[in-house]
């Protein structure tokens, strides 16, 4: 069985997390900032082990580290498997580091039986959008869709630029400028990225491990105002009424029956409201308010679906306006386009999942990763979700070291594999 193939390696990636984990403390979590000293510093020590398993290192000008069986150093067509570093704020130690890890994993053992395709680690700086308020961006730089806008943006810490933090640590920001992918991406056969599921359906469900079919878009209005007419509480009858609160509760109901409906007919969407408030200034127990704003967040890994949920939002803010005698602004709409794994890829994975002695199981991918970002460079994509209690982005992450090695051995098999 491939996961007693794979058992020996189980202690390497257990000192790998224990380590990082040591070196980069903040509160009850970790953070590794984006293009920071400390996140150099976790890349220097998983180059400093993969050198001490045999392994050849190699740094992107980008600052991204590469890792390969020696032989494979410069093989004109490989596999990458890989993931980011950098973490959130106090963050968990899981979120990114655990896909890199697997990948170390997979050439360890290939150097020992050998591997039917020339394979090769990728370790990525800033996925996390926490630090420069984009996300991506290592991924970004090396594929050429870096834009100017996301050089240019301020750290949350310190205000200075991405440009400015890269340009620190010794990377010539000129060619990512230029807007040109910084390896040739034609080279690449696929990209596969372990990553911790960071809901709970695998856990809910009893699964350790999930090959993902594809990375949901969505459309976002960081803040939706809806305004109306303030008063007192206990003077203005309903029918004198223009309340904003009331009517953003008549739309976000409106959109949940739809989500339900959408769901029941075999469709993908999740919707969320994270921001509410009226304005504290003003607000009190005993008035109208005179507005309210909100956040939106909506997502499918169908197109069709955020466009008829565009659609049915405007077509419902106007009926809930006319009706309520209130006015909604949504702001500037923020998208990003769902990214569709490669079917050969997934089914690939699917059929290495049942090699390992786990029944297949398949789930979309509610949260967006660098693999998303191979996929609209033109890369074939692929995923591989592994169980993780208590959601990501915090310091109570819990993947079972277990559930870990099921995901790489998914891998693995997939990767040796005749058919590969």
């Known amino acids: 069985m491939m996961m007693d193939k794979l058992a020996p390696l189980t202690a390497l990636a257990q000192q790998i997390f224990k380590d990082l984990r040591a070196m980069s403390p903040d509160g009850a979590g970790v953070s590794r900032p984006a293009y920071s000293r400390i996140e150099t510093q976790a890349l220097d020590y998983l180059a400093e082990f993969a050198r001490a398993q045999g392994l050849a290192v190699d740094a992107d000008a980008a600052g991204n580290l590469w890792f390969s069986l020696p032989e494979h150093r410069d093989a004109q067509r490989y596999m990458v498997v890989g993931s980011h570093v950098d973490t959130v704020p106090e963050g968990g130690n899981f979120d990114g580091l655990a896909g890199v890890v697997a990948g170390l994993l997979v050439l360890?053992?290939?150097?020992?039986?050998?591997?039917?395709?020339?394979?090769?680690?990728?370790?990525?700086?800033?996925?996390?959008?926490?630090?420069?308020?984009?996300?991506?961006?290592?991924?970004?730089?090396?594929?050429?869709?870096?834009?100017?806008?996301?050089?240019?943006?301020?750290?949350?810490?310190?205000?200075?630029?991405?440009?400015?933090?890269?340009?620190?640590?010794?990377?010539?920001?000129?060619?990512?400028?230029?807007?040109?992918?910084?390896?040739?991406?034609?080279?690449?056969?696929?990209?596969?990225?372990?990553?911790?599921?960071?809901?709970?359906?695998?856990?809910?469900?009893?699964?350790?491990?999930?090959?993902?079919?594809?990375?949901?878009?969505?459309?976002?209005?960081?803040?939706?105002?809806?305004?109306?007419?303030?008063?007192?509480?206990?003077?203005?009858?309903?029918?004198?009424?223009?309340?904003?609160?009331?009517?953003?509760?008549?739309?976000?109901?409106?959109?949940?029956?739809?989500?339900?409906?959408?769901?029941q007919t075999g469709g993908d969407l999740v919707l969320t409201s994270g921001v509410v408030g009226t304005d504290p200034a003003r607000h009190a127990i005993a008035r109208i308010a005179d507005s309210i704003s909100f956040s939106l967040d909506i997502r499918s890994q169908n197109t069709e679906v955020l466009d008829h949920m565009r659609d049915y939002l405007h077509e419902e803010m106007a009926d809930i306006a006319?009706?309520?005698?209130?006015?909604?602004?949504?702001?500037?709409?923020?998208?990003?386009?769902?990214?569709?794994?490669?079917?050969?890829m997934v089914a690939g994975l699917m059929a290495a999942m049942g090699r390992t002695g786990i029944a297949p199981f398949s789930m979309a991918s509610g949260a967006g990763h660098d693999a998303a970002v191979f996929a609209q460079a033109g890369v074939p994509a692929a995923m591989i979700f592994v169980r993780n209690r208590n959601g990501s982005h915090n310091p109570r992450e819990a993947m079972e070291i277990s559930d870990f090695m099921v995901g790489t051995a998914i891998i693995s098999a997939y990767l040796e594999a005749k058919d590969t």
């Open 322 to 344: 006319r009706v309520r005698g209130v006015r909604f602004d949504t702001g500037p709409e923020i998208p990003a386009a769902p990214a569709q794994m490669d079917d050969t």
């Open 108 to 263: 360890i053992r290939g150097r020992e039986k050998g591997l039917r395709v020339p394979v090769k680690c990728l370790a990525l700086r800033a996925e996390e959008s926490a630090w420069f308020g984009s996300c991506y961006l290592g991924s970004k730089a090396l594929t050429g869709q870096m834009t100017a806008a996301e050089l240019a943006a301020p750290h949350k810490g310190d205000n200075r630029s991405l440009a400015d933090h890269m340009t620190a640590l010794g990377i010539d920001t000129a060619p990512i400028a230029a807007g040109q992918p910084l390896i040739a991406l034609e080279r690449i056969l696929g990209y596969v990225e372990l990553h911790i599921e960071q809901g709970p359906l695998l856990v809910e469900r009893d699964i350790p491990a999930a090959v993902v079919t594809g990375i949901r878009g969505n459309i976002r209005y960081r803040s939706v105002t809806c305004t109306g007419e303030g008063g007192h509480s206990g003077a203005v009858p309903r029918a004198y009424r223009h309340d904003p609160v009331l009517a953003m509760a008549d739309l976000l109901t409106r959109l949940d029956d739809s989500w339900l409906h959408i769901l």
